[in-house]
Nanobody, 125 residues
Framework: QVQLAESGGGLVQAGGSLRLSCAASGRTFSSSVMGWFRQALGKEREFVAAIRWGSGIPYYGDSVKGRFTISRDNAKNTVYLQMNSLKPEDTAVYYC??????????????????WGQGTQVTVSS
């Protein structure tokens, strides 16, 4: 059974940084696409970033390009989201997810079939 566990959220001032982790277990992810999404209160879930686990090639949503970096550690079966230059509008619950098969990069939540429980990120002004 696939399980995803996010961690690393918290409260940070604008301009600060946080690193989120997503520990994945339950199967081999080497051919998977892993994604990060976020959902602010009262808003729809928004694509943040995705990565092809095998190649490590990253993709980003327009709102985070140049500020966020997605990466993975094969030995630890963990995906990271390094978030720099945080803004109050980055405040949201952040979720990691596993893409459906066959693997392809997508910014649509419906193309991901396993989700973590989420971790809250709050950026104060």
């Amino acid at each position: 059974q696939v399980q995803l566990a996010e961690s690393g959220g918290g409260l940070v001032q604008a301009g600060g940084s946080l690193r989120l982790s997503c520990a994945a277990s339950g199967r081999t992810f080497s051919s998977s696409v892993m994604g990060w999404f976020r959902q602010a209160l009262g808003k729809e879930r928004e694509f943040v970033a995705a990565i092809r686990w095998g190649s490590g090639i990253p993709y980003y949503g327009d709102s985070v390009k140049g500020r966020f970096t997605i990466s993975r550690d094969n030995a630890k079966n963990t995906v990271y989201l390094q978030m720099n230059s945080l803004k109050p509008e980055d405040t949201a619950v952040y979720y990691c997810a596993v893409g459906r098969s066959p693997p392809r990069i997508s910014d649509r939540p419906r193309d991901y079939d396993y989700w973590g429980q989420g971790t809250q990120v709050t950026v104060s002004s």
